[in-house]
């Protein structure tokens, strides 16, 4: 059976919000039983889950608006969140095809929109900083990752070697490892959090975790979230 042609949701699905915004820049987490919303990705045809999408709205002038928050008004054309789909949306016309009108769409949409969403990760670093629920410094982070409490380890890129080895060694001697993001260099991660040196993070369980993880599974399709070199002991589950 071919793909649905609408670009509007599914039919026969019950969707809830189950995670109202505390705040201007949190998201709404939309669900259908425990996944999330289906939407049809233009570039494949396939339905998936909104969580793995990005969506966009078309200006009144005709120029494609990424929508990170999937709150703009207007009929959406989401895609798979990652490099090679919306390249190929771009490169097929496809944005044009599924808005049924002609649409200007930037030759670096892609960056753009990698842009974005490093952006919005920093952004909700800084937001957790304010609530209290991220730990900064070595010290403090080693002793979140023993007690358990460690929902994401967040490292600086460029941190020296020795620290970073003995903060990763604590999380694989937890039953549970905690995630790791380390795609975020030093000067970046101090700013995010206010700090002058900020190279080693934890994040603590709970609704900003879910958050963060949301947003990091979408920055996923367009780099690593730990750099290669550190091997496979870092690679997030």
Do not use: Y
């Amino acid at each position: 059976m071919s793909p649905p042609q609408s670009n509007e949701p599914l039919p026969n699905l019950i969707s809830t919000d189950v995670a109202a915004a505390d705040d201007a820049a949190d998201i709404a987490v939309l669900c259908e039983d425990e996944s999330g919303k289906l939407r049809r990705d233009i570039a494949s045809g396939q339905p998936q889950d909104t969580s793995g999408l990005i969506r966009f709205v078309v200006s009144p002038d005709g120029e494609l608006v990424p929508d990170l928050l999937q709150k703009l008004p207007g009929r959406g054309l989401w895609v798979a969140c990652d490099r090679a789909s919306l390249d190929l949306a771009a490169r097929r016309h496809i944005f044009s095809r599924a808005a049924k009108r002609q649409v200007k769409v930037s030759p670096t949409l892609s960056d753009q929109v990698h842009g974005l969403l490093r952006r919005r990760c920093l952004d909700l670093l800084g937001l957790a900083r304010r609530e209290g629920v991220i730990v900064n410094g070595f010290e403090k982070t080693l002793a979140t990752i023993k007690s358990g409490k460690c929902g994401w380890l967040v490292e600086a890129s460029d941190g020296a070697l020795d620290g970073r080895r003995k903060v990763l060694a604590a999380l694989r001697a937890q039953p549970v490892a905690a995630k790791v993001c380390g795609c975020f260099a030093n000067a970046e991660l101090s700013l995010a959090l206010g700090q002058e040196n900020a190279i080693h993070a934890a994040l603590v369980d709970g609704r900003r975790v879910q958050r963060w993880s949301f947003e990091m599974k979408r920055l996923s399709g367009f780099e690593p979230l730990v750099p290669t070199h550190w091997g496979p002991a870092a690679e997030p589950t």
